[in-house]
């Protein structure tokens, strides 16, 4: 019935995730008047409704800038006549594209003039649909969770040293593989500094060893069907490896901005395309995972035991 259970509770969430997926409140610019501005929200307001939080830029230069830090996901700039141009990353993927490409080709037709694209973010050569860095973040969040999962019922009675050491190792050899693995030294999927990688990579698969370790620790057998739900189903459901937490329905949103595999996520497409976006949010979120999971360990396998013993 367990099984039945998590299975379900996977089918549910991705299905409620990706059945139809459609944006919320996108970041987009937009470079002209401020009547310019006001028209072509109304027009995405049609097109998509709630679909786009659309921003004004003082120039081209500045929404080229926001394209590539992923602070907007695309740029529509209003030229000379009725000309237009839409700014936009292919590295966000082909389905944010054509959602972008879309919209804004839809409000140039209404105002009657000619839409010209510029794929200022491309995808790398080694990942032309955008969706290695899913798979990449899957496959570590699946190896921690195994880890964190075998070393207590293999090992349930190491020292609490040698558990943090061996989940240290696990977690440092786990980034230097993904890394040269993906990175510009292997498929060339994430070109992203390799040092950089490894290091992301290393974060989350101690963040998801160690939160294992912590539901085997303090629920037994349980703890590893509420681990896989937590962190493989609603973890990798809301990555933002396939498409960006703003096609996420509302209630799943907020998970990609705390569990380990979303704000991973999201710092390894900034190392490896958008001029570290995340990056900064994403160490301090990991880290934290990391330091709360040691700290409740060494609470239950070293003070506990002495305050026994003392008493």
Do not use: C
């Not at 969430?13 to 028209?39: E, I, N, R, S, Y």
């Not at 929404?63 to 030229?79: L, P």
């Not at 992301?200 to 629920?219: D, E, K, S």
Request: zero cysteines; aromatic letters at 10%; charged letters at 10%.
């Amino acid at each position: 019935m367990i099984v039945l259970a998590i299975g379900s509770i996977f089918v549910s969430v991705f299905l409620a995730a990706f059945h139809a997926p459609k944006p919320h409140d996108l970041p987009v610019a937009v470079v002209g008047t401020t009547a310019q501005l006001a028209q072509v929200t109304q027009g995405l307001e049609r097109a998509l409704p709630g679909g786009f939080e659309v921003r004004g830029y003082a120039d081209e230069d500045a929404a080229r800038r926001a394209v590539q830090d992923r602070t907007v996901y695309a740029a529509y700039v209003v030229g000379a006549g009725k000309s237009a141009e839409l700014l936009y990353a292919g590295a966000n993927g082909p389905s944010v594209t054509s959602t972008v490409t879309g919209a804004f080709s839809g409000v140039a037709r209404a105002s009657g003039g000619h839409l010209s694209q510029q794929d200022v973010a491309q995808a790398s050569a080694g990942d032309t649909r955008s969706m290695s860095v899913f798979y990449a973040g899957f496959g570590v969040v699946l190896a921690g969770f195994l880890f964190g999962m075998m070393t207590y019922q293999m090992a349930p009675r190491l020292l609490y040293r040698w558990r943090m050491a061996s989940l240290a190792s696990f977690s440092i050899l786990g980034g230097i593989i993904v890394a040269l693995i993906a990175g510009s030294l292997g498929f060339a999927a994430l070109p992203g500094p390799f040092l950089g990688i490894a290091g992301i990579i290393a974060l989350m698969a101690a963040a998801v060893g160690g939160t294992t370790m912590v539901f085997m620790r303090l629920f037994g057998k349980a703890g590893m069907s509420l681990a896989s739900v937590v962190l493989l189903t609603f973890g990798n459901s809301t990555s933002g490896g396939t498409l960006p937490s703003a096609f996420l329905p509302g209630w799943l949103r907020p998970l990609s901005e705390i569990l380990p595999v979303g704000v991973g996520v999201r710092a390894l497409q900034g190392v490896s395309h958008f001029n570290n976006d995340g990056l900064t949010i994403g160490i301090v979120v990991l880290t934290a995972w990391i330091v709360i999971a040691a700290a409740t360990l060494y609470l239950r396998d070293v003070r506990a035991p002495r305050r026994r013993a003392i008493g």
